[in-house]
């Protein structure tokens, strides 16, 4: 069953920002957030301590995500890139 992808509000600004700054970072993290419908754990995922969240790299960004399955959906919370 594949998950619905929501971005909030400042993870579309980020990932806006990555868009115009850099163009092959923009197109690995579409490609990793798209995997996450269908594999909300991959490989890499970490814990983001206790809070639910977890941490995946995309090469030099990170993407920091939860996964409701009641709501059947993955919340992009935030995505930056790692210097």
Do not use: C
């Not at 971005?7 to 197109?27: G, M, Q, V």
């Not at 790299?57 to 995505?79: P, Q």
């Amino acid at each position: 069953m594949s998950l619905t992808v929501v971005f909030r509000e400042t993870a579309l600004r980020n990932l806006a920002r990555i868009r115009s700054e850099d163009k092959d970072s923009f197109i690995r993290t579409r490609r990793a957030v798209a995997l996450l419908a269908d594999e909300p754990w991959p490989d890499g995922a970490v814990a983001w301590g206790t809070s639910g969240a977890y941490r995946l790299h995309a090469d030099n960004v990170r993407i920091l995500y939860e996964v409701d399955y009641r709501a059947n959906t993955v919340y992009i919370i935030n995505i930056g890139l790692v210097s």
